[in-house]
Every structure is written in structure tokens, then in C-alpha cells.
């Protein structure tokens, strides 16, 4: 238990500091976002496993509410969309967007996983 959690702090720390392949992140664990009130009709389940996401691209509709989940199947994994300001992980593991532009955008993964880690690339979809 105690061991977890040290490894998660340094995965986070390592993830502060490479900032993981440059991408913008506006990491703010635990403040209480205010955008979490939208209710979604649709849902996106987002899979992660050692290593790749279970699909190559995800596709949403512009201008529709969403609840992005994300589901971790093994190792620890996460989901960062820096375009679409969304990013997840196994403790905060869902979120209602609604995308606002149509485009193809890169999700990677937001955990420092180990080897395989930058070949952790789908991508987001908006259509119209
Ligand atoms: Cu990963």
C-alpha cells in the first residue's frame, strides 16, 4: 500500500517534469472544478492496457455532451487531450466535455507507464 502510493508520487513527479513529450497540461488535481455540472447523454469508454489504448481513434460529435470514461485494464495508465482539456486517470476517472471544434487530436497517456509508454497515441475525433 504504502509502496503504491510512493511509486504513484514519483510518477507524477516525473510526469511534472518531463512534462511528457511537451505536451500543455493545466494539471489541477483536486480543485473542485466547477465544469462538472453538464449532464451527457452520450458516453465514451476509453480503455488503457501495457500498452495501448483500446481503440486507435475515438470519434465524438461537435457540440454534443459527453462523458469521457476511462477505464484502466492493467498497468497504470492515463489519458491526457490537451486540446480538448481532458485528462484522466484511475482516480479521476470521468468527465463530461463537449467538444467545441472539429478536428483530430492527439490523446496520449498521462502516466509515466515504463517502456512502452510513448508509443501510448490514439486519437480524438470531432466531427461534425
Ligand atoms: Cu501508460
Not at 489504448?53 to 470519434?59: G, K, L, N
Not at 492515463?78 to 480538448?84: T, Y
Request: aromatic share 6%.
Amino acid at each position: 500500500m504504502k509502496k503504491g502510493i510512493t511509486w504513484l508520487a514519483a510518477c507524477m513527479l516525473i510526469l511534472v517534469l518531463t512534462a511528457c513529450g511537451g505536451a500543455k497540461q493545466s494539471a489541477e488535481s483536486g480543485s473542485n472544478g466547477s465544469d462538472a455540472e453538464v449532464t451527457a447523454s452520450e458516453e465514451l469508454v476509453i480503455k488503457a492496457s501495457n500498452y495501448e489504448f483500446d481503440q486507435p481513434e475515438y470519434h465524438l460529435k461537435k457540440g454534443v455532451p459527453v462523458n469521457i470514461v476511462y477505464e484502466n485494464v492493467n498497468g497504470n495508465h492515463g489519458i491526457l487531450v490537451p486540446e480538448l482539456n481532458l485528462q484522466l486517470d484511475t482516480r479521476n476517472s470521468s468527465k463530461v466535455i463537449t467538444p467545441d471544434k472539429v478536428g483530430e487530436f492527439e490523446m496520449s497517456c498521462s502516466v509515466f507507464c515504463g517502456s512502452g509508454h510513448s508509443s501510448m497515441i490514439s486519437k480524438i475525433i470531432v466531427e461534425e
